[in-house]
């Protein structure tokens, strides 16, 4: 966030230095909560900008000490009004995003500024290994219902099908749970989470279709049962055709090294392209770290992202 | 140690309601803590009979609130003497140890009576996978370096390796935790325990010269660093021939639907062993299940159990 306000405001710092006029207003969206770390709900701002928030939710969704959404607000000193907070569809020419790539891309490709083209949609899937624990020392091998060898099997799986499926797709085991989780025991049970992202449906789609496949199989040989369970899913976003040629123009003029790229982690343009054309500028993130202490990018960096949207900025305010 | 005890017991009542006169005396060896649960050694009873407990480790020793295994023992009532339980080698001229199988072989072979050959050794790993985190939507495939993908494709090869290396042979990984295990986050550290336990050295040798090749294939295309350490080493131990021969004999006189078999799991026989020829006699565990509540012993089976272990005493106490 620190990043795209700073930016934000350098702009209009430079605008207003160089009495520069525009034919359209510039406004600048101050948004927290893209991540939803506090009340588990992300891009809660953007949602609230293109309607998609109902009274209700101000008042169901807590954080884990079971304050209200409506009540934080109310204690930081703002009065929650959801319909001032709301804008109609076309009543907003065009949103840009400037954002750290939270990734290693730019950096791997030794580019400095990358124009995103597809917000990645995703599945998120819960999956049961329902196995049977055993004595260590007691069971044969040929007896055994392992949840864990089953699960380990899932895992592999879900790492060739994401790479069988091909460029802009990526799958992710992060959370495995286990039972009883004892050195002389076989697992009887593990939960695992699933997180596939990609550029397009069909390519979810095509990563369940192979992972149900691969279940069947897993099953069958390990002697163990599976449940998978879809637990989350999010399209894909395509920014605006319009404003990505635009800016691609200005890096090529500015000399930028710029690429075309798609952004795995989900943004408040991603929202925002509900009501508008929307578009998003990625500065280099060192080392791809985020959310970490030893997150960084370069101011050199950064006022390379700054101009490139000043120049965006100028040219959709030209326009009629 | 239910069954054994009252084995035991029956075995004398039998004896004295028979008035059989034996050349050799029968004794009894009441031994709890075979399992080590609340002090965490195991087989202490027949560790104190052969002399391995030095004094120090009555002190030393301490459960989970501190308590140390002497007082412990004197809290209990009793006063600890080490020089007392101990026996001198030879001084015995037979152990037999009757117990439930806690597996399911004499069930799956539809025997009732095991006669045990050997008692596993095993070795005890520690392994660690050293990858790095990332986000789970902004890494590409190409770049992760993934402990848990890397643990899942060393847990696959215990598995095979132990398969490879043949019967007698089991390994298991029963406990592993991830860092940071949250869904969206490629993980960055894995931890996990190998157990793998086989009736030869020679095979617990070679299944751990097989897991080092496939760590080193492992590291390399995983692009994760791993740390395999051994924590725990015990040789397997034989069972008496000459007892083994004695039993089986008696079986096939008393046409008991017996097998020759191996222990997975550590014994006092084990032990015992070291000062005294020592036999084992496995009863059938219902659904190979053991430290259940559904832990059972059909009385008809633990009676063809005592009955083998009557036969052999007064084969053994016949001979001068």
Not at 17 to 33: F, G, L, Q
Not at 283 to 298: F, Q
């Amino acid at each position: 966030m620190v990043a795209g306000v700073v930016s934000a405001l350098e702009l209009l710092r430079i605008m207003k230095e160089n009495n520069i006029d525009n034919y359209y207003p510039v406004e600048i969206a101050v948004m927290n909560n893209e991540e939803g770390v506090r009340f588990g709900i992300p891009v809660s701002n953007s949602r609230a900008m293109v309607g998609l928030i109902e009274e209700g939710e101000l008042d169901n969704i807590k954080d884990k000490d079971g304050i209200s959404l409506r009540k934080a607000i109310i204690d930081f000193g703002i009065t929650p009004n959801l319909a001032n907070a709301k804008r109609t569809k076309n009543s907003i020419k065009a949103f840009i995003e400037l954002h750290i790539e939270q990734g290693p891309v730019l950096e791997h490709n030794n580019k400095k500024i990358g124009i995103v083209e597809t917000i990645v949609g995703f599945d998120k899937y819960s999956v049961k290994f329902i196995g049977q624990s055993g004595h260590a020392g007691t069971t044969p091998m040929a007896n055994r219902k392992d949840a864990l060898v089953a699960a380990s099997e899932f895992i592999l799986a879900v790492n060739n099908v994401v790479k069988e499926v091909g460029l802009g797709t990526v799958g992710t085991v992060g959370e495995l749970n286990l039972t009883p989780n004892a050195s002389n025991v076989i697992p009887n049970y593990v939960q695992l989470s699933v997180d596939i992202r990609s550029t397009e449906n069909d390519n979810l789609q095509k990563s369940y279709e192979k992972l149900v496949k691969e279940i069947e199989t897993i099953k069958k040989q390990r002697n163990v049962d599976i449940e998978m369970k879809r637990t989350l899913r999010i399209d894909p976003v395509y920014m605006s055709k319009e404003m990505i040629d635009i800016m691609e123009c200005i890096a090529n003029k500015l000399n930028l090294p710029y690429m075309r790229m798609n952004s795995g982690a989900i943004h408040d343009a991603m929202v925002m392209a509900n009501i508008a054309p929307a578009a998003m500028i990625f500065v280099p993130s060192k080392g791809g770290l985020s959310h970490h202490p030893d997150e960084w990018t370069e101011y050199i960096d950064l006022k390379r992202g700054i101009e490139l949207m000043l120049y965006t900025l100028l040219e959709l305010c030209k326009r009629g």
